[in-house]
Structure formats: C-alpha cells, structure tokens
C-alpha cells in the first residue's frame, strides 16, 4: 500500500467532517460533506448570499479546504446602523480607513487587497434580531453584499456570505 485516505461519518446535524491520516512518512487528509448543508465553494454561479442554518466551525473548515479568506462578524447585541457597520469592521478586518457608512463598505469589499488571493467567505452570526430590529438597513447591507458578490464573480473569484 502506497497511500490511504481517511474517511469520517457524517453524524446528524454535522455538515463536514475532516480526518488527517499519517502513514509511510506522509499526510493524507480526508474530507466528508453534506453537499445539502456546505455548498460547493468553488461554484461561482451560486455565490452570494444565502441563509446558513448550520454552525460556524462548518464554514470555517469548508472555507480552509478550498483555500479562501473566511471572516466572520458577529451581529449579537448590534442595535444600530453604527454599531452594525462597526461589528463589520471589526469581524471583517476591514482596512482602518474604512468610513462606517455603506459606500465605504462597497468600497471595502470589493478591494483586491482586501479580498485576498482566492477569494472569501463570510459568516454574519446572530443576525436575527437585528435583521427584523433595522429591516431597511439589513436589506441595504444584504444588497451591497450581493453587489460584490457579482463584480467578484465577474472576476472568476468566489465571494460567499452565509447569513446565520
């Protein structure tokens, strides 16, 4: 035997399962997905945003298996325009002269230096309460996701945001 993959069950409400196998002096790295749950990354005509009903650590994983940038902003306790462009920011690592206000957050992720390499994932969590809280606000945070989303894909480089 010259290699061997690892392979691990999926377990109820799990959407990737990882395994790494060492043998013979090398690394084998096996990965298991609910394709119902985790999207196929790489698929440029279905990235945007979409709804995520699954955990964060999911993402995590699927993102690092296809080589993106994931980032993650968390929403819990946001009550504000302010605030919500503030968790972005901070979640997102968006450069220090970003200007809290929705131009500069088009204009922050749809940077080339900001994007990184590949391309990226995001995962906004706990943003129920401020999605029906601040619904216009939401719904020109969610388009101008969208936006980069397209001029991304224009460019042959996935832009994901999973909202949970």
């Known amino acids: 035997m010259e290699e061997i993959y690892p392979l691990v069950p999926l377990f109820s409400n799990q959407a990737l399962g990882i395994a790494l196998f060492s043998y013979d002096g090398s690394l084998f790295w096996g990965f298991n997905a609910d394709w119902d749950a985790v999207p196929d990354l790489h698929d440029l005509e279905i990235a ?9 650590p999911a993402l995590t994983a699927a993102a690092g298996a296809a080589k993106l940038r994931f980032a993650v902003a ?7 325009k302010a605030e919500l462009l503030a968790a972005l920011a901070k979640g997102l690592s968006l450069p220090p002269h970003f200007g809290n206000n929705w131009d500069a957050l088009a204009d922050s992720v749809e940077d080339g230096d900001w ?13 129920g309460p401020y999605r029906k809280a601040h619904g216009v606000d939401w719904t020109t945070c969610e388009d101008i996701l969208a936006e980069a989303s ?15």
Do not use: Q, T
């Not at 968390?74 to 504000?80: A, F, I, K, P, R």
């Not at 994007?115 to 943003?127: D, E, R, T």
């Not at 397209?150 to 949970?164: G, I, M």
């Open 74 to 80: 968390d929403l819990n306790g946001v009550n504000s």
């Open 150 to 164: 397209d001029y991304w894909r224009e460019r042959h480089k996935p832009f994901w945001v999973f909202v949970a």
């Open 115 to 127: 994007l990184g390499k590949h391309g990226c994932v995001i995962a906004l969590s706990h943003s």
């Open 48 to 56: 945007g945003v979409h709804a995520w009903p699954g955990d964060v």
